[in-house]
């Protein structure tokens, strides 16, 4: 299928893509759907907050997703990587890692963003992270409002005083901010204060746990402070590939400091014919908003290829 012009590549087969798949597929448009494999989401069992299927696996989901694929005759999914893309006259034209080429009227840009876990410059988070240490308070702040909540924030940012809120809300109001060194600033340091709040600003040496879960968190004066979990503010992802970029969309801000590919919308980027889905698009999309904007970008493909061929 893919010597021939395929009307939509989508690039990433997580919630985003694979939800796009499905709509490209119902109408019968050729579609190649490659993964790499490598989501962001790998790192935890359960994730929550997606209607029917609270606390499923990802990676179950995404099996299934696959699975539910296989009906569609005009829908090809591969594990393999994209390598290269370029348009020329009008047609995609790529390669991916494997040596598949790929000739695409339309792409769709599903490729997540990638936690680069050496940006967030904490010791031993790579043990915790996903295990008992989450990003984002909506996936996991329920499941953790009855241990003892560290707060990571090793990096200075515009968006912790609402993080914390957020977390005080989804989780516990009972959490201790650790902030590796960096002084807090007094507005902050007030505000944590007046609800009670611990703040612990000498660097953290090491983070200790057992299988995964958090036991507590050393500091540099030698305290060993015992927490059961925890919630790091994430501004260290980046987008998983800079496949955008090459095609020539500019970059804009994003959430939480994150550069994302310029789109409108619709997922529409400047670049006609390629669009962006998922965290792709929005750093940290979550699997309602990613399985959304797939499906939005694969109806817009959708109602386009209809008129082309209508006009015909
Ligand atoms: C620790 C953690 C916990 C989370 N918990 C929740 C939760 O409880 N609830 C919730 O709603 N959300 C949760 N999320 C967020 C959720 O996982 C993401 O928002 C969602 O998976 C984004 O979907 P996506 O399809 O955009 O990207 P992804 O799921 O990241 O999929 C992108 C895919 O693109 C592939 N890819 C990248 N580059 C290429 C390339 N060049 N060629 C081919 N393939 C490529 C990757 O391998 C990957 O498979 C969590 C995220 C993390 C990190």
Redesign the pocket.
Known sequence: MTDALLDVLI????????TAALVTGRARLRTLV????????A??D?????FTRDGAS?QHL?EEGRRQLERYPTVRVVT????TLRREDGVFIGL??DGLPLHARRVIL??????DLTRAGLPDIAAV??RSV???P???GFELSDRRVAVFAPRPSPHLGHYLSMISVLSTPDFTLFTHGRPVDPALREALARRGLGCVEEPITALASTDGRLTGVRTADGRLHPRDAGFIL?DF?TQ??D?AARLGVPDVPGPFGAQVPEVDEQGRTPVEGLYV??????S????????A??ALCGAVIVGEVAEERWRE
């Open positions: 690039v990433g087969g997580g919630p985003a893509g694979l490659v993964d790499a494999g490598d989501p962001r989401s790192v935890v359960h994730t929550h907050g997606l990802p995404r393999d990587r994209v390598r991916t890692e599903a490729t997540g963003f990638r936690d992270y996903g989450f990003p984002c909506f996936c996991d994430n992802a998983a590939t496949l889905a998922g965290d792709a698009r929005a940290f999309a979550g699997l309602v908003r990613a399985s904007q797939g």
